[in-house]
């Protein structure tokens, strides 16, 4: 079954720190990959994707991703964390023919003054 | 254009009780589906609309959950009788045709006592 390891249950990082979370995914071919972040009391909100081409993806609020197919991992970076980053953050993985996602457990970050 | 909504934000019941949880789709997603995490758990799939269809329920963990799309717009998510384990956060997201990029909505936290 397909299935998707966020090692780190927590995260504190200092504000202006460099983040980086870790997601990998369990399957053969290449997925769609997502990051979803959800802030308190707010819905999940989509960071950022990956379908194809350039491995190096930017989504919305400073934050990248890189796939590596050898690691099987999508791991999710900002290089300067701000207060307001504080949230729960979800890597996500869906697959050709397979329309639903596969969540891990998620990784909730806290920033430290 | 409007999000994802659902309704309500939160419910508290008792065992044995029945509650219905509503989802209103982005207007025009043909695709729409219901998650749910359980605390400390990931976010796993129930079902997947397609339209008025459902295309994949193998997610719905037994014959207590009943989900309903009359007409292809909003869903119904009803839980009959609830029982303490179905307690958690359930999201509704949804997506056009011929896109992997689902739009979540905030949740229904639903507590069971």
């Known amino acids: 079954a397909q299935s998707v390891t966020q090692p780190d249950i927590h995260i504190t990082v200092s504000e202006g720190a460099s983040l980086e979370l870790r997601c990998n995914y369990s399957?053969?071919?290449?997925?769609?990959l997502f990051w979803y972040v959800q802030s308190p009391g707010q819905g999940l909100q989509l960071l950022l994707k990956y379908f194809s081409g350039d491995t190096l993806v930017q989504g919305i609020k400073g934050f990248e991703a890189e796939f590596k197919r050898s690691q099987s991992s999508f791991n999710l970076r900002k290089p300067s964390v701000h207060w307001s980053d504080a949230a729960e953050y979800f890597c996500?993985?869906?697959?050709?023919?397979?329309?639903?996602?596969?969540f891990g457990t998620g990784t909730r970050l806290l920033v430290s003054p | 254009e409007a999000g994802v909504t659902q309704f309500p934000s939160h419910s508290v019941i008792e065992k044995g009780q029945t509650v219905t949880l509503r989802c209103d789709p982005i207007?025009?997603?043909?695709?729409l589906y219901w998650y749910r995490r359980v605390m400390g758990k990931e976010i796993k799939f129930l079902l997947h609309f397609v339209k008025e269809s459902k295309q994949d329920e193998s997610g719905m963990p037994n014959n207590r959950f009943l989900a309903e799309r009359t007409g292809g717009t909003y869903s119904t998510l009803k839980v009959q009788p609830a029982e303490l384990e179905d307690s958690g956060v359930y999201f509704c997201?949804?997506?056009?045709?011929?896109?992997?990029?689902?739009?979540f909505g905030p949740g229904t936290r639903l507590t069971v006592t």
């Open positions: 399957y053969g071919a290449t997925p769609y």
């Open positions: 997201a949804s997506h056009n045709d011929g896109s992997y990029e689902q739009y």
């Open positions: 207007s025009g997603h043909d695709n």
């Open positions: 996500a993985v869906g697959y050709t023919g397979f329309q639903k996602l596969v």
